[in-house]
């Protein structure tokens, strides 16, 4: 690793990027990322990376024999609005020693990445951002929203309370890897935003539970509820013992919460809310339009808090924009600005028959102009063209092109994606 010196060059031409080319040089990969985040790599953080981490899809910055930036990319499969998926690049670990910044080694990298992405016929790069001005100017637009909320238990009171349904089984998540997929995939389908998960990456990803990302609370529990003998939903969570003057004052922390029906969401909140010896319960990223606020009697106690969490980046107007569904059919024309991904500009024709897109490059006058960015936001269905034009990201060019837009675009649910990658 580069010793942590000013670095006195004034352009990236110098900065040779390339993916790793063996274990060991991927190990030193991964040992730069952690220290551009202040962090280590311990043995059993590499044990889990090797297993997940596409080598050929690494973008290691070297100075020299040092590697000072890291970027990378999964091969996700991206459920998109109707059900359908599209390949997409989860992209990760980006990142830059502090000796090196803002020289546009991160630039360099991105560029690389995206016509990487392009090239392997990926039409969508989706990513969590550890900041959210970091990748706008790269083209990537806010492609779902998460909602964080702490809610204590005393104000967990669900409205119209009926009977419980289903059982729950407590378990070391690990060993229900099964169950948990079965309740997962079925989600997934219905869920614009999810990516397909391998047994792999359940293992070395989703459910890995090192002792130092604990914040101090205990081991990660899995809570599977069944009903009619049938995995429904599930709950992965920890609890958090804090004790003041006899009396419990720690927290659950829920990491995932998916259900396959309403019935199934409604009873696995509420044995998370059932669980003694805490005050509170947290939960991060629901889905924008979770219900869990209508479920309450009190929705004011659950102090929900929106946030950004996956952006996505359209390297591939057709190929994103054609695997999705739409509602009904009619034509919307469409000038893209992109100074990023040029190929993307132009005015392109979404021409919507039945709910299926074509979309090809037009002469006729533009109905909408907007940014790839705004493309990033529209396409899962977080956000509306309206929205987009209150916020002043779409100028209309033809009256009611906007609603008309909307009416095509409507989806059925807002998109989610549950974890950090
Ligand atoms: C974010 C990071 C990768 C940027 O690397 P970098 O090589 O300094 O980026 P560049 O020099 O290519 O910067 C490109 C532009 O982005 C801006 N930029 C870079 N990092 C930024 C940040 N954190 N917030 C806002 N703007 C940022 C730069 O100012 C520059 O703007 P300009 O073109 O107008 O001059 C680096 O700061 C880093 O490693 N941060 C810590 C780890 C991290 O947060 N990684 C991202 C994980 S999602």
Wanted: with cysteine; hydrophobic share 40%.
């Amino acid at each position: 690793m580069a010793g942590l010196t000013a670095w006195d060059r004034q352009t990236t031409m110098d900065i040779e990027l390339r993916a790793v080319k063996d274990e060991a040089e991927a190990k030193r990969f991964m040992i730069a990322c952690e220290a551009t985040f202040g962090d280590e790599l311990t043995d059993d953080d590499w044990k889990d990376f090797k297993n997940v981490l596409e080598s050929d899809r690494t973008i290691a910055a070297f100075d020299g024999d040092d590697i000072i930036g890291t970027a990378a990319a999964f091969s996700f499969r991206l459920t998109v609005p109707g059900g359908g998926e599209v390949r997409a690049a989860g992209v990760t670990v980006v990142g830059v020693l502090p000796s090196h910044r803002r020289k546009g080694v991160a630039t360099k990298m991105m560029r690389k990445q995206l016509d990487d992405v392009r090239a392997a016929g990926e039409p969508v790069a989706i990513l969590w951002a550890s900041e959210g001005s970091i990748y706008q100017r790269f083209g990537y637009g806010l492609a779902t929203v998460g909602q964080q909320i702490d809610i204590p238990r005393t104000k967990t009171r669900l409205l119209n309370d009926p009977d419980r349904v289903g059982t729950v089984k407590v378990g070391v998540p690990m060993e229900n890897v099964g169950d948990l997929s079965k309740v997962y995939d079925r989600a997934r389908s219905e869920r614009p935003g999810m990516v397909a998960r391998s047994e792999k990456w359940w293992k070395h990803h989703t459910l890995r539970d090192p002792e130092r990302h604990r914040d101090g609370g205990g081991p990660r529990f899995s809570g599977i509820l069944e009903i009619d003998s049938e995995p429904a939903a599930y709950a992965l969570y920890r609890m958090h013992h804090k004790w003041d003057d006899g009396s419990p004052q720690g927290h659950i922390e829920v990491k995932e919460l998916v259900a396959t029906s309403p019935v199934a969401e409604r009873e696995m909140w509420r044995f998370v809310f059932d669980i003694d010896l805490t005050a509170s319960v947290k939960a991060w990223w629901l889905p924008q339009d979770s219900p869990l606020m209508l479920m309450l009697m009190e929705p004011r106690s659950l102090k929900a808090r929106a946030s950004d969490s996956i952006w996505a980046r359209i390297v591939d107007v057709p190929g994103a924009f054609e695997a999705r569904s739409y509602n009904g059919s009619g034509e919307v024309v469409i000038d893209v600005s992109d100074d990023f991904c040029p190929w993307n500009e132009g005015r392109w024709s979404f021409d919507i028959s039945d709910g299926k897109a074509r979309i090809t490059k037009t002469d006729a006058d533009a109905d909408i102009k907007l940014h790839a960015r705004e493309l990033g936001a529209l396409y899962l269905g977080a956000f509306t063209f309206a929205e987009l034009e209150r916020a002043l990201r779409v100028e209309t060019w033809t009256e009611g092109a906007i609603g008309r837009a909307d009416d095509l675009f409507r989806t059925a649910r807002k998109p989610w994606n549950p974890e950090i990658f």
